[in-house]
Antibody
């Protein structure tokens, strides 16, 4: 069955970096793009961008340009999200989600809680 | 950016009741709209895509409709397992914005 399994929770200090992974199984990884979505505590969903898993080309929403990097380990069917120079407002759960059709999201990872606190 | 104005922000309904949630797009997005359900502490689940198409495995009591730039999600007979938050998402253009969400509770 199709699964997206994300890495575990992270506790970081402001200014540090974090790398979150999303391992896909049950389908051909390079056939479907991967999206990233942020959810701050008690808040709604915010689309961050997506990465073409065939070419490796990332596309970022404007609010996530600069400190956020999407990358792949295609041989391991894994997509990664790296956030540098962490800020308190980066405290959130980050989801990876598989692209379906015209940029809908059909399978989601379980989410990774990133807490940024001094 | 396309804004998705979702209403109501919260909703209390009884079992078997008909529930309707709406999203208003700030510009024409055609049928490029999805609805997601998120239960507390869980990941979102795709319910509806292309404004009216039911995703695999989703009960037929869920349906989507469109009137111009207004989109609606209808639950025909509310069940206890439908409690959670609901979000619309436009897939017309980058950034693929979500509505602010509707929290559905049991009365």
């Amino acid at each position: 069955q199709i699964q997206l399994v994300q890495s575990g929770p992270e506790l970081k200090k402001p200014g540090e970096s974090v790398k979150i992974s999303c391992k896909a199984s049950g389908y051909t990884f390079t056939d479907y793009a991967m999206h990233w979505v942020k959810q701050a505590p008690g808040k709604g969903l915010k689309w961050m961008g997506w990465i073409n898993t065939y070419t490796g080309k990332p596309t970022y929403a404007d609010d996530f340009k600069g400190r956020f990097v999407f990358s792949l380990e295609a041989s391991a069917s894994t997509a990664n999200l790296q956030i540098s120079n962490l800020k308190n407002e980066d405290t959130a759960t980050y989801f990876c989600a598989r692209n379906y059709g015209y940029d809908y999201l059909d399978y989601w990872g379980q989410g990774v809680m990133v807490t940024v606190s001094s | 950016d396309i804004q998705m104005t979702q209403s109501p922000a919260s909703l209390s309904a009884s079992l078997e009741e008909i529930v309707t949630i709406t999203c208003q797009a700030s510009q024409d997005i055609g049928n490029w709209l999805a609805w997601y359900q998120q239960k507390p502490g869980k990941s979102p689940q795709l319910l509806i895509y292309d404004a009216t198409s039911l995703a695999d495995g989703v009960p037929s009591r869920f349906s989507g409709s469109r009137s111009g730039t207004q989109y609606s999600l209808k639950i025909s007979r509310l069940q206890v397992e439908d409690i959670g938050s609901y979000y619309c998402q436009q897939a017309h253009s980058n950034p693929y914005t979500f509505g602010a969400g509707t929290k559905l509770e049991l009365k």
